[in-house]
């Protein structure tokens, strides 16, 4: 059974190898949308847009998976030396990809590491922040379809949110990439069970007349800020979380060995132009 539905930005495909499972579906599904509403930067009422408007004048409390995504968040900027940084939404803002909910240009906008807990669901800032987890939200909505499919006794299938594919049960699943110079040609990979796998690439930006470049955190100038992007950059790992937001450290480092994978259980697949 398969159901496909537009949530993420993107379209999410649920397919279970049980054929009545529209209702555990449909829970998957729920969760998903639940990801979306919480951290959603596009949605000024989400969550995230509270955080990033109020986290510096109080403390506020957030809900489990927020503060979930937040800490895992943390752990990643620590350990890939800053190049995961969910940080830079006003970057983004001042490069056109997000819109602007707040007037970011009166405040000394800080980072990730300016977020502190003051217990398990309460936050606070040092200064204000601007964050965007569009590049781990997905893979962790991806996990949490999982879970609600698993909790409904589906016994295996997988999930796919745009790039982001998570295969669950006895089942393993040949997967495919996109060559990037011929998107319509996939190139075998191997296959996968129990796991994960995340892809960052920018196959149709000419076609889309998009810019190719990906936001460095690390950057201490403008010139310096926008790298080129090509190739296509893959990472597995057990949850799809990980895998989501270690894409980003490979395309930034092109380090198929970079320090933090091992800690994550990751292995990386660049392929380039």
């Given at each position: 059974?398969?159901?496909?539905?537009?949530?993420?930005?993107?379209?999410?495909?649920?397919?279970?190898?049980?054929?009545?499972?529209?209702?555990?579906?449909?829970?998957?599904?729920?969760?998903?949308?639940?990801?979306?509403?919480?951290?959603?930067?596009?949605?000024?009422?989400?969550?995230?847009?509270?955080?990033?408007?109020?986290?510096?004048?109080?403390?506020?409390?957030?809900?489990?998976?927020?503060?979930?995504?937040?800490?895992?968040?943390?752990?990643?900027?620590?350990?890939?030396?800053?190049?995961?940084?969910?940080?830079?939404?006003?970057?983004?803002?001042?490069?056109?990809?997000?819109?602007?909910?707040?007037?970011?240009?009166?405040?000394?906008?800080?980072?990730?590491?300016?977020?502190?807990?003051?217990?398990?669901?309460?936050?606070?800032?040092?200064?204000?922040?601007?964050?965007?987890?569009?590049?781990?939200?997905?893979?962790?909505?991806?996990?949490?379809?999982?879970?609600?499919?698993?909790?409904?006794?589906?016994?295996?299938?997988?999930?796919?949110?745009?790039g982001d594919l998570r295969v669950f049960g006895n089942q393993p699943q040949t997967i495919y990439l996109r060559n990037p110079q011929l998107p319509r040609h996939l190139i075998e990979v191997g296959s996968l069970s129990n796991g994960a796998i995340a892809t960052s690439a920018l196959y149709f930006?000419?076609?889309?007349?998009?810019?190719?470049?990906?936001?460095?955190?690390?950057?201490?100038?403008?010139?310096?800020?926008?790298?080129?992007?090509?190739?296509?950059?893959?990472?597995?790992?057990?949850?799809?979380?990980?895998?989501?937001?270690?894409?980003?450290?490979?395309?930034?480092?092109?380090?198929?060995?970079?320090?933090?994978?091992?800690?994550?259980?990751?292995?990386?697949?660049?392929?380039?132009?």
């Amino acid at each position: 059974m398969r159901r496909c539905k537009p949530l993420l930005g993107t379209y999410v495909e649920i397919s279970i190898e049980d054929q009545n499972g529209d209702k555990a579906i449909q829970y998957a599904f729920d969760q998903i949308e639940k990801v979306q509403q919480l951290m959603s930067f596009h949605d000024s009422q989400s969550e995230l847009s509270m955080i990033n408007a109020r986290v510096h004048c109080k403390s506020i409390r957030i809900h489990p998976w927020t503060a979930r995504i937040l800490r895992i968040a943390q752990d990643l900027h620590t350990h890939s030396g800053g190049l995961f940084n969910c940080g830079i939404g006003h970057r983004l803002i001042a490069a056109g990809l997000l819109p602007s909910h707040i007037d970011i240009s009166s405040y000394d906008i800080g980072g990730i590491e300016d977020l502190y807990f003051i217990d398990h669901d309460r936050v606070s800032s040092i200064r204000p922040i601007c964050l965007d987890l569009g590049g781990i939200a997905k893979g962790f909505a991806v996990d949490e379809a999982v879970k609600a499919l698993i909790a409904e006794g589906v016994s295996g299938g997988t999930v796919n949110a745009g790039g982001d594919l998570r295969v669950f049960g006895n089942q393993p699943q040949t997967i495919y990439l996109r060559n990037p110079q011929l998107p319509r040609h996939l190139i075998e990979v191997g296959s996968l069970s129990n796991g994960a796998i995340a892809t960052s690439a920018l196959y149709f930006s000419k076609r889309d007349q998009q810019g190719s470049y990906i936001i460095n955190p690390l950057a201490q100038t403008s010139a310096g800020m926008y790298r080129q992007f090509s190739g296509s950059y893959s990472v597995l790992a057990k949850e799809c979380v990980y895998a989501d937001a270690l894409t980003k450290v490979l395309a930034l480092s092109r380090q198929q060995h970079h320090p933090c994978f091992a800690r994550y259980g990751a292995r990386a697949i660049e392929i380039t132009l």
